[in-house]
């Protein structure tokens, strides 16, 4: 029963994201193909707070690791905790009175977490380990970090809310693991990621 | 593998596996080889290894019914046999046998999957795809040491009441009706360890890492480590006991005690048991 | 998707990429998407919560009373389950599977969630207010409950807790601590004590070349089983000890001998002194024993102890032969030598071939002794459920409070416990689930279970120095309803005490006070703040106490075994062997699926009770396994499967402890029957404690029959197959190994 409810609500969510005008051009319908032959775009999501990517990694130029913080050293990313958001925005008095600057402190005053809707979101079964992509690409091939993140979640940086770009179907894993990669930025060995099952199947 | 796969290669399938050479410490996805070493003198059939794995792997208790059916589910057990030269009483004890998927490396197990659900990794398992398996059971039919374990009720719904399913394993997949599984080693284990080793620039250090049985044990009867490493402590141990991965049977000596369960059926398991012993002059 | 609660695919919420993320569905997710679940990071920092990553705490086992040092594997704020700590000299990292359950009993699907008050005759949820206000109506200052009329059971213990315990009984002017436990050392403390001077002494397997064990299964349920399984390895390691195992049903131990030897039950101490005799006859131990003890062990030849023990004649002549080849050696006795009428007796003669052989003082010593005798460990005992139940039946009781033990459901039914409780007009249990006793009781207070709470342990057995095992909590309480123990002693001793303990507001500063002040003893030379985290991360306070002395003197008169002890009884000619299970004990945590699924050891039964019977007597009354057995005894009958075991003396049944619950829940109850039901009131002369052993049964086939559920095939051999290969030791060259 409860299911069916949250479905009838995801939908109602779906359709009101699509709906609303969203500022970024990564606005196209749902399942766009792209230039890789996959199925990539996701839907919009509505957000509890409308956290503006652009503006802190591109606007700032904040690496996604400062706030991601478990991307370098664990298998999920981490949504940052609030206290992290207020650690800056105590400080910041420019943007205090925006209306989402003010959601975020209503959060903090409450004491309750912001209920973020995940947007990468792996089935259940899959174990990917976000470590092992940035320690490959950006510490050991030194490529900057947007664009390692990117690989696989797209240009974030010039998006508002997150929005799913790739398809992160497994045949699009796959196509990636297979091409031979670079080992560091110096040397010109190379070798290609792993792909049998239990790499990834839990 | 598929009929047609395993036709077009079946020399392949059949002869080359195990090869000299297959696992080289300077070669990439050929570093590891996991392996075993479990010393029967003095495993006590304490059953600890079981509940760990329970445990580690989101096991289900499935209740005396089915239990008595044969669809209990535990990856590791421990077989108990008596003499067969036992006249009145036991009077050697029992043997214990804990017995878990082997990770044989010319599986009998994975040449008979019509659909590649089971297939060896490159670090020496027997890898099992939940979610390609259809059910077949050929795997289980042609195990020979019969440690996989089919589901055949949706054990999800019932061998969890709540709030038990708060002990599960997020690293581990609950599995549902229709489909095998077995023991892997405790892999989730492993695949962090191998990742925290390429993180650091290095490989699994010896111990680092254990499966969850090797962990509890109490007498510490069960030795577990990367074999292609000759300084592991199970590479020196294999090496001692005179037990070699690639060949099927062994030359050895006779007070040597390693040996591979059913060696003779060919099927280079990784598991090195170390013989009983008992004081006959006891 | 919908009828199940979770699927396959939901492969537990990777709960992951913040905090703590809500699965937003009961349905597990399968494919890509967005949108659909939602993550909530924390607000803040949060203890026991690293996303994605597992963080291990130190804590306690509490499952039996080895207290074990564990690490509590910890995910987003959940224990999802438990290893050994290393720290730990005790568990030496390593741990049993009764050790694992604790996260069953966590999570168990019967916990009691919430107090629970007597109401006609069921019990009915009340508020924590209501249950504390009908507490200090009952019990507190104005109850006029003070002195002999109130009665205070708890199981074993140790630590801070018996402190607090120790001072509400003060508080009140009460004596009445009964510590209970019903499988409990007591018998072979007083052996040990009349022998060494003290309860309990260290015990170096290790060092031995040849262990002998009178029916002690010490590798499934003695003092400390995981430490005797290291202790044990090594033993096995080269030169390989032997080990010699004589009981009346095979335990785990002995199944792992190299020479069981089936005995009459109560014919240990009998058997002991055969050996003597021989061992006398050696001339390096002719002066070993003072002459009045060598007199009274020279009438016991070989064929004389093999007809009162049932062994056979040459084997009395091998134990000996063995024991002076292979030294030192150790011999040891166990529950079914201890259980009996004489069991002091019977353990005392097997402690006499140590004083022969001179192992005191090379394989067994003393203990350390620990500088702290308040929180000192209370090994329990049955004369204390004596006790309390005689104080009950007189009406002598107006209150008891019972922690830590389930009388109702191991107290004899001889003894009508259940009947004397009744008569108390007020009775508080504090229990994880309402188990039987609790169904008695007045009032049910619902508390945390031992990973939930802070505490702090001793065992009674200390391999290395005394180390003292800290319990911290590995989570956070999952019931909002449910309390520490420690709080609530603590109000309860405010109740009366408020001024001396007005400075901790609860169990934890109390606690963190009283650790503190140990620092002087541990030679901590850092800040006290410093200590209390040190001592809670490692798990553990070492102490490098000194050495108990240990004495070695057999008085003569102290040596007095009753002539003839294998006495037939044509009404109930077998004697019942109550075994204890190692992952079951007294039944205490049988509501964990996973001890219910594990199979025992030796028969390999699981989820069930049987009867052990040998497959020669069965076969004479013509027994098949499955065939439903009336064994009874003069208190009561028992109706169970005939399970036929090769390791068990043909005179003799055995019927494992542990099962046949009515109240604990929905894993436990109906499987199985209650052996405690049947035993007969034999009690040990010279402690009282209750004879485990001492009951006769008899045996009656019944026209019903039911297959017994195992795990072992149709054929228990290995039918020629080699799968377990046994090598002689003399070819074995283990010095040669890795």
């Known amino acids: 029963m409860i299911h069916r409810l949250l479905a009838v609500l995801s939908f109602v969510f779906l359709c009101v994201g699509t709906a609303s005008a969203e500022p970024l051009k990564w606005g196209g319908p749902i399942g766009s193909q792209t230039s890789d032959g996959y199925n990539a775009l996701g839907p919009v999501v509505k957000q509890p707070i409308e956290f503006p990517h652009y503006r802190h990694a591109r606007d700032m130029g904040i690496s996604c690791l400062y706030c991601h913080t478990g991307a370098r050293r664990g298998y999920v990313s981490v949504i940052p905790r609030i206290d992290k958001c207020i650690g800056c925005h105590q400080n910041i008095e420019s943007v205090r009175n925006k209306p989402r600057i003010k959601k975020l402190f209503e959060y903090w005053e409450k004491k309750e977490p912001i209920p973020w809707k995940k947007v990468n979101d792996l089935p259940d079964y899959v174990r990917f380990n976000h470590e092992r992509h940035v320690q490959r690409f950006y510490f050991r091939q030194n490529r900057p970090i947007r664009e390692v993140c990117g690989y696989c979640h797209g240009d974030v940086a010039n998006m508002t809310v997150d929005r799913r770009v790739k398809s992160l179907s497994m045949g699009w894993c796959i196509s990636c693991h297979q091409k031979d990669h670079r080992e560091n930025d110096v040397s010109m060995k190379t070798s290609h990621g792993p792909y049998e099952c239990w790499q990834c199947h839990k | ?282 | 998707m919908s009828e199940s609660g979770i699927n396959r695919r939901d492969f537990l919420k990777v709960l992951g990429l913040g905090g703590s993320s809500l699965a937003l569905t009961g349905c597990g997710n399968t494919d890509i998407r967005s949108g659909d679940e939602l993550i909530m990071p924390n607000v803040s920092p949060e203890d026991f919560v690293v996303p994605g990553l597992s963080v291990f705490y130190a804590s306690t086992c509490t499952q039996c009373g080895s207290a074990c040092g564990v690490m509590g594997r910890v995910r987003e704020g959940r224990v999802l389950k438990m290893e050994g700590n290393p720290q730990s000299k005790i568990s030496g990292g390593k741990i049993c599977g009764l050790g694992q359950a604790a996260v069953q009993v966590q999570y168990n699907p019967d916990r009691l969630t919430q107090p629970m008050m007597k109401v006609g005759n069921g019990l009915q949820p009340v508020s924590w207010d209501k249950a504390m206000a009908t507490l200090n109506e009952k019990v507190g200052p104005k109850s006029g409950i003070k002195g002999e009329n109130f009665a205070f059971m708890t199981g074993a213990m140790s630590g801070h807790l018996k402190v607090l315990v120790q001072n509400y009984l003060d508080s009140l002017d009460s004596k009445n601590h009964f510590a209970y436990e019903a499988l409990s050392p007591s018998i072979g403390f007083a052996a040990n004590k009349q022998v060494y001077g003290v309860d309990m002494p260290r015990l170096h397997f290790d060092k031995a070349k040849l262990i002998v064990s009178f029916g002690s299964d010490f590798l499934g349920t003695g003092a400390s089983p995981v430490h005797f399984a290291a202790e044990y390895a090594k033993f096995r390691k080269a030169p390989r000890g032997t080990l010699v195992q004589i009981e009346p049903k095979m335990t785990m131990t002995g199944a792992n001998a190299d020479r069981w030897i089936a005995i009459i039950p109560g014919t240990e101490g009998i058997f002991a002194l055969g050996v003597a005799n021989q061992l006398l006859k050696h001339s390096e131990f002719t002066n070993t024993v003072p002459a009045g003890i060598a007199s009274l062990v020279s009438k016991y030849d070989p064929e004389t102890v093999s007809q009162i023990t049932g062994v056979r004649p040459e084997l009395v002549g091998h134990v000996a032969s063995l024991l002076w080849e292979k030294t030192p050696s150790i011999v040891i006795s166990g529950a079914s030598a201890e259980g009996h009428a004489h069991g002091v007796q019977n353990a005392v003669a097997i402690q006499l071939l140590n004083k022969i052989l001179g192992n005191v003082g090379k394989t067994i010593d003393g203990q350390a002794k620990s500088p702290f005798p308040q929180i000192a460990p209370e090994a329990g005992s049955f004369s204390s459920l004596k006790a309390m139940n005689d104080a009950m039946g007189g009406g002598k009781l107006q209150a008891v409070f019972i922690h830590g033990a389930n009388p109702v459901f191991t107290a004899p039914s001889f003894m009508g416990f259940r009947d004397n409780l009744r008569k108390v007009p007020f009775k508080v249990a504090f229990v994880n689930a309402a188990d039987e006793t609790a169904q008695e009781c007045d009032l049910v207070l619902p508390i945390l279970t031992a990973v939930e709470e802070f505490g702090s342990n001793i065992a009674w057995y200390q391999p290395e120095g005394v180390e003292i095992t800290m319990q911290q909590p590995l989570m956070n309480k999952l019931y909002p309803d449910t309390r520490s123990m420690g709080d609530i002693m603590l109000d309860l001793v405010k109740q009366r005490r408020a001024d001396e303990y007005k400075n901790w507001p609860d169990f934890f500063s109390y606690l963190k006070a009283a650790v503190i002040n140990m620092k002087p003893a541990v030679k901590y030379t850092d800040t006290d703040e410093h200590f209390w985290y040190d001592t809670l991360s490692s798990g553990v306070i070492h102490i490098d106490a000194p050495q108990e002395q240990i004495g070695d003197s057999f008085a003569e008169a102290a040596l007095s075994l009753p002539e003839v002890q294998n006495v037939q009884d044509p009404k109930f000619p077998f004697y019942l062997v109550p075994s204890e299970r190692h992952y079951f004990r007294d039944g205490r945590h049988a509501n964990c699926g996973w001890l219910q699924e594990s199979p025992d050891p030796l028969t390999t039964i699981v989820w069930d009770s049987w009867v052990e019977i040998h497959p020669k007597t069965a076969a004479s009354m013509g027994i098949k396994e499955g065939d439903y057995l009336e064994i009874a005894s003069q208190n009561g009958t028992l109706k169970v499967k005939a399970y036929l075991f090769p390791g068990i003396h043909p005179d003799a049944v055995s019927i494992p402890l542990g099962q046949g619950h009515e109240s604990l829940g929905r894993f436990a109850n109906g499987v199985g029957v209650n052996p405690f039901t049947i035993l007969n009131p034999v009690f040990e002369k010279d402690t009282g404690e209750l004879a485990m052993f001492g009951t006769r049964v008899s045996v009656k086939k019944t026209s019903d029959s039911e297959i017994v559920v195992k795990d072992e095939g149709p054929v228990s051999t290995q039918m020629g197959r080699k799968l377990v290969v046994t090598l002689p030791a003399d070819v074995a060259q283990l010095s040669k190994e890795i």
């Open chain 2, 1 to 282: 593998m598929s009929i047609t796969n395993l036709l077009n290669n079946w020399s392949f399938y059949r002869n080359k596996r195990p090869y000299r050479g297959q696992y080289d410490l300077n070669k990439e996805y050929s570093e590891y080889k996991w392996a075993m070493a479990l010393d029967l003198d003095i495993c006590t059939g304490c059953n600890a290894c079981t509940t760990a794995c329970y445990a580690e792997n989101n096991l289900p208790v499935v209740g005396k019914k089915r239990f008595h059916h044969g669809q209990v589910m535990h990856w590791i057990r421990i077989e108990r046999y008596w003499d067969e030269k036992m006249v009145d009483f036991p009077e050697q004890g029992a043997s214990f046998l804990p017995m878990m998927c082997q990770q044989c490396e010319a599986a009998p197990c994975e040449t008979v999957c019509p659909v590649g659900a089971t297939s060896h990794t490159n670090d020496g398992l027997n890898s099992q795809n939940y979610h390609r398996c259809i059910g077949s059971r050929y795997c289980s039919a042609n195990c020979p040491y019969k440690v996989r374990y089919f589901n055949f009720w949706n054990y999800p719904s019932t061998a969890w009441p709540a709030p038990l399913p708060d002990q599960l394993n997020p690293d581990v997949t609950v599995r549902t009706k229709g489909i095998m599984e077995k023991c892997t080693f405790c892999v989730q284990r492993l695949n962090e360890a191998k990742s925290r080793a390429r993180t650091e620039y290095r490989l699994v250090r010896d111990g680092e890492v254990v499966p969850a049985c090797v962990q509890a044990c109490p007498t510490s009867a069960i030795t577990f480590g990367n074999i292609v490493d000759p300084n592991s402590k199970v590479a020196k141990m294999w090496k001692n006991q005179q037990v070699d991965l690639y060949k099927d049977l062994q030359e050895k000596d006779n007070t040597v005690r390693g040996y591979r369960i059913l060696e003779d059926l060919r099927p280079f398991p990784s598991v090195m048991y170390m013989e009983r012993i008992r004081d006959t002059e006891a």
